[in-house]
């Protein structure tokens, strides 16, 4: 059975860090789309980062320069460093997982339950 189990949510200042961790088991990822969506309250989900087996990366421009995504294949897991965070980043975070992968949700064929990050004073 295909899970996706992230961890590192919580509570946060603006202007601080978090790093999320994504597990993944039950098949190999080390080929697949790897990376992280986020969905805010009355709002879409949307694509926060994501990282080829090859190491090319999508952020989307709101996040650029202050998230990092990472992925350790061989521990078959994704991480996403957050950095001087802001209270519009506060979403909940889901990890996904795909064979070819895009900017899309509906591409993504396997996705964690999420972990829930918020940016306040």
């Known amino acids: 059975q295909v899970q996706l189990v992230e961890s590192g949510g919580g509570l946060v200042q603006p202007g601080g860090s978090l790093r999320l961790s994504c597990a993944a088991s039950?098949?190999?990822?080390?080929?697949?789309?790897m990376g992280w969506f986020r969905q805010a309250p009355g709002k879409e989900r949307e694509i926060v980062a994501v990282m080829w087996s090859g190491g090319d990366t999508y952020y989307r421009d709101s996040v650029k320069g202050r998230f990092t995504i990472s992925r350790d294949s061989a521990r078959n897991t994704v991480y996403l460093q957050m950095n001087s965070v802001k209270p519009e980043d506060t979403a909940v975070y889901f990890c996904v997982a795909a064979r070819a992968g895009s900017t899309r949700s509906y591409d993504y064929d396997y996705w964690g339950l999420g972990t829930q990050v918020t940016v306040s004073s």
């Open positions: 039950g098949r190999s990822f080390s080929s697949y789309v």
